[in-house]
């Protein structure tokens, strides 16, 4: 839910923490209060399911400006993530988004992510690929089709978007493979849309393998606008398809692999606290 204590009274006595060379180190609103991460991060990915700005399918622009006023006083940059879909039991389902099956309310939720993303100057908003329902062609095809669409509305707002691969653990889903997702991208051939390298989801399509993981990373670095940080154990599992998304260095994870990037941007730590974003924050420290 959204953070509604956004009281942030700029305090000169505070130490910002320094810019890591060549990366800014983001964390998702889930893991914390604004005031907490702001501590803690140089950005904040604002998980638009939970982020309390919606009432059903209705976005509340009050709670929007709440948030926009709330960054005007403190020295955080900002990325967005986009609804998308998700069957977990605690995801509020009126935001369901199949970006494979787009309806006229889903295609909504995307268009005010990338207007929002617009009025905050957000660094790119972050969607994710579609589902594949009895045919994976036509899946593929339609995706492809409503992205197409999507990416024309960014473009206009000057927006970039981040199109996420996927965990492999989940046959139904598009775009786990690099390949894949490269060819969406290419095939979509909008500027405004490239990838969001998630190396958790990497790590689990390659069962854990650190050698695949850097192949994968190598493969889709020309493509990279933002990444996505958490750790895993590399396996299928009962819960998440094994994407439990944990602290760095609690999975098995080489998170030296993210040399092979060369990426000069947002690196958002997608855990679930604020000690988990601290321990990431090492971990990231420790690459350079």
């Known amino acids: 839910m959204i953070m509604m ?11 910002y923490l320094p810019f890591v060379q060549g990366m800014i180190i983001g964390a998702s609103s889930f893991a914390g209060s604004f005031p907490e991460l702001k501590q803690v991060v140089e950005s904040i990915e604002l998980y638009i399911p939970k982020l309390g700005v919606y009432e059903g399918t209705k976005l509340v622009k009050s709670r929007v400006k709440k948030i926009r006023d709330f960054l005007s006083t403190c020295e955080l940059s900002t990325s967005i993530h986009a609804p998308y879909f998700n069957d977990a039991p605690n995801y509020p389902h009126e935001l369901i988004v199949d970006t494979a099956h787009l309806n006229k309310t889903q295609i909504r939720l995307l268009k005010e992510s990338i207007t929002m993303a617009d009025e905050l100057g957000s660094s790119v908003v972050v969607i994710h690929p579609g589902r594949i329902d009895t045919d994976r062609s036509r899946s593929s095809d339609s995706m492809v089709s409503g992205l197409s669409r999507i990416a024309r509305f960014a473009q206009d707002r000057n927006v970039m978007l981040g199109l996420e691969n996927k965990v492999g653990t989940d046959p139904k889903n598009l775009c786990s493979q690099a390949s ?6 290419e095939q979509i051939g909008s500027p405004s849309l490239r990838a969001t390298l998630d190396i958790g989801h990497a790590n689990l399509t390659c069962g854990g393998d650190s050698s695949k993981l850097r192949d994968f990373v190598r493969e889709i670095k020309e493509y990279v606008v933002h990444v996505h940080i958490h750790d895993n ?10 994407d439990f998304h944990g602290a760095p260095g609690s999975g098995g994870i080489d998170f030296s692999v993210l040399k092979e990037l060369d990426f000069d941007g947002v690196y958002n730590l997608e855990v679930f606290s604020i000690e988990d974003v601290r321990a990431g924050r090492r971990v990231l420290e420790g690459l350079i």
């Open 180 to 185: 894949e997702l490269i060819n969406a991208i």
């Open 233 to 242: 154990g590399g396996m299928l599992n009962e819960k998440y398809w094994g």
């Open 5 to 15: 204590s956004f009281q942030c009274h700029r305090n000169h006595n505070i130490q």
